[in-house]
């Protein structure tokens, strides 16, 4: 049984920095990405690994700011977000699948198993 469970969302100060994770059991050989949803808005795309080789693609909004990536030991992939401004404000969900292309990376569609999801909250 495949099983996402993200944690370290909290209130932070415009600028701060935060970490979150999502351990991942009963997957092998995936990909795993990070979406955020805000009150009213649809789920958007935030980052994505490939476990293999550490492929990484990011949205253009978090680009240079926030950071994919994984543990192999652990079976854990963080989101480290750097910078961070109010309109980062959004639950975040981790998401998992076995296949993904390069072009369908960033779409909701094209994950199978989702975590259910972490507050991170941005304001002063």
């Known amino acids: 049984q495949v099983q996402l469970v993200e944690s370290g969302g909290r209130l932070v100060q415009p600028g701060d920095s935060l970490r979150l994770s999502c351990a991942a059991s009963g997957l092998s050989s995936y990909f795993m990405g990070w979406f955020r949803q805000a009150p009213g808005k649809e789920r958007q795309f935030v980052a994505a690994i490939r476990w293999s080789n550490s492929n990484t693609v990011y949205a253009d909004s978090v680009k240079g700011r926030f950071t994919i990536s994984r543990d192999n030991a652990k079976n854990t992939v963080y989101l480290q977000m750097n910078s961070l401004k109010p309109e980062d404000t959004a639950v975040y969900y981790c998401?998992?699948?076995?296949?993904?292309?390069?072009?369908?990376?960033?779409?909701?569609?094209?994950?199978?198993?989702w975590g259910q999801g972490t507050q991170v909250t941005v304001s002063s």
């Open positions: 998401a998992a699948t076995t296949y993904a292309s390069a072009a369908t990376m960033s779409l909701t569609s094209t994950y199978n198993y």
